[in-house]
């Protein structure tokens, strides 16, 4: 045990280290007793331990060092102790249970010391250096002086006698050695009291003194000669009977080992018989799937290969359709360009026409207010118009302006709002004046206006959809809104709606008309919650991108509720039962079933994917027009 910062380790220190080594011995029934080496060299402190203390065997561990650590750094405590360690101790080196090294005893070794009941001291000579000490009870070492101290004899051999030889051995060599180094040995006195085996122990060997003169003329009195014979005779006898029990204890021991080692041998035979068929078993099974993986992977093969066939034919199927695609975008520019340079014809008014038509921007004029500007009524050439201001920090007024100026003077709709004029170099746009304002005030009910009854929610519905589809059908190429949303739907008298703000509406080639190829816009415009996701996503338009706001628009129309997240509401509505609760309160004789077929429709126009939404004029428009002629046939009935 290496000091720790050159001080003795504490009784808790050493309680600590030994605690889990008494578990150990405790659980395999062992017992040993605790020394404490307390040195800076650890090799050479157990080194002189063996050599005091006769240890014929002794077990460490291995190093934790490489091979590399130990070549160019100080060897380890093994490797020292099978060097330096005396002849007769058997150095054993273990790792992980196994031996990994063995240094096999060559002789016996005579003890150096002689053992007392007391504690024997040898003084060594100046300048020999200092011997160190074992001390069981309290577990330190005392460098300090030119004196070594062995423990009693029996307490030593408590915690070495796993490893020892037989002790007999061991005293009758170190007798003899005592008698043959008596004559060449200078003048050693010491007072010994042996308490080794009881065979051993003479009768009164604490007052026994033995002597041995310098003088090479000097010999042992007869009387101490036939002691010494005798003493002799009786430790040859004794050996010979330990021997003797010692072969027969290692006889047993080897026929147990091998009587223990065969029934190893036949448990393990029979285990193994007894596993051989779930072996059996689970190898047929193991290739069993591995037969089922091998056809699982052909199968998967061939689907890559038919799915890379299929990807190569649709890859040249969209090439060619590019290239139509880009063909027809060629012919419609061309058409368009052709258009621009065409001299639009409309009625142009004066910014002195337009500020005395709105009392100079009169705010008590105004009637409403988006993103192109305001808007004032007003009236020119004894007509009531609305007049839509362009405000002078909008970035795209001017291209909005031509935009809706070109759509509007070339179409005639009667559910599309009429442009009267417009003043080209203010960006003035002069509209027919609609007197029920737009669908969003109405369904709000802004300014205490009264609810729209389900019929003409109906009729208004078919007239946005059969506008709209007027706009899809536009030639030489459809025309997408982009900005369809109840404030873009305006009202005149008896609620006939009609479609405004077209300055978003582009023109795409006509083959992106259907849901497969769409015409990529570098940004996407519109309202958030109106606006195609996919559109929004991809930049991807199509006239489906205009049926989705539809879809939005026409939940709005049943249910007078905002947008943000109410195709979520309606179909949770729909699955738990209660889409009555989601209609207009404020509409008291819905017709329900109606209603919910005008939902579900509204529903699938708001699909995430293009392609998953109906068509316009095939679909959408006829179920409206039904729902149209419901409605007016309930009112004639309450008319009649």
Request: positive net charge; contains cysteine.
């Amino acid at each position: 045990m290496a000091p720790k910062g050159g001080r003795p380790p504490t009784e808790t220190e050493m309680q600590q280290l030994f605690l889990p080594f008494r578990g150990f011995c405790a659980r395999k029934g062992i017992e040993a007793k605790e020394v404490v080496l307390h040195d800076l060299d650890i090799a050479s402190a157990l080194v002189d331990y063996i050599s005091n203390n006769s240890i014929g065997n002794i077990v460490v561990g291995a190093s934790n060092r490489n091979r590399w650590h130990r070549k160019f750094r100080n060897p380890d405590v093994p490797t020292c102790l099978a060097k330096s360690a005396p002849e007769s101790c058997a150095v054993y080196v273990i790792s992980k249970g196994k031996i990994q090294s063995v240094r096999s005893a060559i002789r016996f070794q005579t003890p150096t010391s002689s053992v007392s009941s007391g504690v024997t001291q040898f003084q060594t000579p100046k300048g020999m250096g200092s011997w160190r000490s074992v001390e069981p009870d309290n577990g330190f070492f005392d460098r300090s002086t030119d004196s070594v101290q062995t423990t009693p004899r029996d307490k030593i051999m408590s915690s070495s006698k796993l490893f020892s030889p037989p002790q007999s051995r061991v005293n009758l060599h170190h007798r003899l050695r005592i008698s043959e180094n008596s004559s060449h040995q200078g003048s050693v006195s010491g007072s010994s009291n042996y308490s080794g085996p009881s065979s051993l122990r003479s009768s009164n060997s604490s007052s026994e003194n033995l002597e041995f003169s310098g003088s090479s003329g000097s010999s042992l009195s007869s009387q101490t000669q036939n002691e010494m014979d005798a003493e002799m005779n009786r430790l040859k006898l004794e050996l010979k009977q330990s021997m003797d029990a010692y072969n027969s204890a290692s006889k047993e021991a080897m026929t147990a080992t091998q009587r223990h080692r065969a029934r190893d041998i036949h448990q393990r035979k029979t285990e193994e018989a007894r596993r051989f068929p779930e072996a059996r078993i689970g190898e047929e099974t193991a290739l069993a799937i591995v037969e089922l993986e091998k056809q699982k992977s052909r199968k998967a093969m061939q689907a890559a290969q038919m799915a890379q066939r299929l990807a190569e034919l649709e890859a040249h199927k969209r090439k060619n359709t590019e290239l139509k695609a880009k063909r027809e975008a060629e012919a419609s520019g061309r058409a368009m360009d052709k258009l621009s340079h065409n001299d639009i014809r409309y009625r142009k008014y004066t910014i002195e026409d337009i500020e005395v038509a709105t009392d100079y921007f009169s705010n008590s004029l105004k009637i409403g207010e988006g993103g192109y500007g305001p808007v004032y009524k007003g009236s020119l050439d004894h007509t009531p118009v609305a007049i839509k201001v362009l405000r002078p920090d909008v970035s795209q007024g001017l291209k909005q302006f031509k935009q809706e100026v070109e759509v509007l003077s070339c179409m005639r709709h009667p559910n599309m709002v009429l442009l009267v004029g417009a003043c080209p170099e203010y960006g003035c746009l002069v509209y027919e004046y609609m007197e029920n304002g737009s669908l969003d005030d109405r369904l709000f009910r802004r300014n205490n206006t009264l609810p729209l009854p389900w019929a003409t929610r109906f009729k208004i519905a078919s007239e946005i959809a059969s506008a709209l589809l007027f706009l899809h059908q536009t030639k030489p190429a459809p025309l997408v809104h982009r900005d369809l949303k109840p404030a873009n739907i305006l009202l005149g008298r008896n609620y006939v709606s009609k479609i405004s703000d077209v300055g978003l509406a582009r023109l795409v080639p006509a083959s992106v008309a259907d849901s497969v190829t769409q015409y990529h816009m570098t940004a996407a415009a519109g309202t958030f919650c109106y606006i195609d996701p996919e559109y929004q996503q991809t930049g991807m338009l199509g006239v489906k991108s205009d049926v989705y706001s539809l879809g939005v628009l026409l939940l709005q129309i049943i249910t007078a509720k905002p947008p943000m997240g109410l195709t979520h509401q309606v179909a949770r509505s729909i699955e738990r039962g209660t889409f009555a609760e989601m209609l207009d309160p404020t509409v008291e004789d819905w017709p329900v079933e109606e209603a919910l077929s005008f939902a579900k429709m509204a529903l699938n126009c708001c699909e995430l994917r293009k392609k998953d939404r109906p068509d316009l004029g095939s679909v959408v428009l006829p179920e409206l027009n039904r729902l149209r002629d419901l409605g007016l046939d309930h009112e004639g009935s309450l008319q009649d």
